[in-house]
């Protein structure tokens, strides 16, 4: 259908036109341009008409036309020298070609029950969402209140990673940034489970790292502290002291098993309660938030999750110390109950 629009009295600038009318320009040999005299302008759809029109306004009026000269296009906008008004387009097959139907109350959704604008998925109130319950505008994904994400649960943009908090993530459950792995807080890492930055391995704190578990800077082996070591440390400190253990051999021992035996949650996905989402329209269509606890909030969580056998075994850690402890974790262990 070939629509064009105008103004509330029928008239494109300045022009008055009529239902039933035929319209030719006389060009004297003049070439066809757009943005120019030659041409009566029009689109081969509403939503590119909307580029001009803007659709929304309701002193905007919206009119079939048939093409009788020849016809010049640009992709979305197009002009002839010889048209003809056939009829006015209203009512409902004009919320049709808005997109108002299925409950939406934004413009050109094809989904269901959107308040945005160009949404193809349903229960967005952002714009441009492909995907579904978004209040972000442009995603792919489902649930995403950033911009830009073709992941899930994302509230930062440009994620194809899901539940991200930070921005351009690949990996899942990312607070930092441009990580390609999983659950890293630190940035541009491709490995999981880092804080620090530019890590190709796992569980790193320190930065470029090639291996995992490294607390250091530049080292290609595992469990370094060091800076550009090769070689793993043979004798880690815990709580401050020689321990005579390495790290590998602390993470093959009862006490790394005591530590992971409950979780350490420094992010977790909240639902919104049914009286939350009653309440607050984005609440419903996002459906609940990514909470962020303290270091000290997870650290008493994780205490209070633990059997009392793993916190004996974490009590009996070489080295052991409950001052050190409490000012690390904010938990506070007897000095009697430490004693051997």
């Known amino acids: 259908m070939k629509i064009k629009g105008m103004d509330k009295n029928m008239q494109c600038r300045g022009f008055q036109f009529e ?55 640009d992709g979305t906008k197009c002009g002839s020298d010889h048209i003809k008004i056939i009829r006015e387009i209203t009512g409902e097959e004009l919320n049709i070609l808005k997109g108002l139907i299925n409950g939406n109350t934004g413009v050109f959704n094809s989904g269901i029950s959107n308040s945005g604008d160009s949404n193809s998925g349903y229960g967005n109130s952002g714009n441009s969402n492909s995907g579904n319950r978004n209040s972000g505008n442009s995603n792919s994904g489902d649930r995403n209140s ?31 940034n441009r990580n390609s792995g999983n659950m890293n807080s630190g940035d541009c890492n491709s490995g999981d489970w880092n804080s620090g930055d530019w890590n190709s391995g796992d569980s790193n704190s320190g930065d ?67 009286e939350e989402k009653a309440e607050d329209e984005d609440k419903a269509l996002i459906g609940g938030y990514l909470k962020t606890y303290t270091m000290e909030e997870a650290w008493a969580n994780w205490w209070e999750e633990m059997t009392q056998g793993n916190k004996e075994i974490i009590k009996s850690i070489p ?15 007897k000095q009697e109950d430490t004693d051997e």
């Open 146 to 176: 950033g911009n830009s994400n073709s992941g899930n649960w994302n509230s930062g943009i440009s994620n194809s990673g899901d539940r991200n908090s930070g921005n351009s993530n690949s990996g899942d459950w990312n607070s930092g």
């Open 208 to 274: 470029r790292n090639s291996g995992n578990s490294n607390s250091g800077y530049g080292n290609k082996c595992d469990g370094s502290n060091g800076v550009f070591c090769t070689e793993e440390d043979m004798d880690i400190r815990i709580f401050n002291k020689p321990s005579g253990m390495s790290l590998r051999d602390f993470y093959r021992s009862k006490y790394y098993n005591a530590l992971c035996s409950a979780p350490f949650i420094l992010t977790d996905w909240v639902e919104y309660t049914d």
């Open 19 to 73: 239902v039933g009318k035929e319209y030719k320009k006389d060009n004297n040999g003049r070439p066809l341009e757009l943005c120019s005299d030659t041409v009566f302008h029009y689109c081969n759809s509403l939503r590119d008409v909307n580029c001009f029109y803007d659709v929304a306004a309701s002193d905007n009026r919206f009119f079939e036309i048939e093409v009788l000269g020849e016809e010049i296009t």
């Open 319 to 333: 080295n052991f110390d409950a001052e050190i402890f409490k000012k690390i974790t904010g938990i506070e262990v």
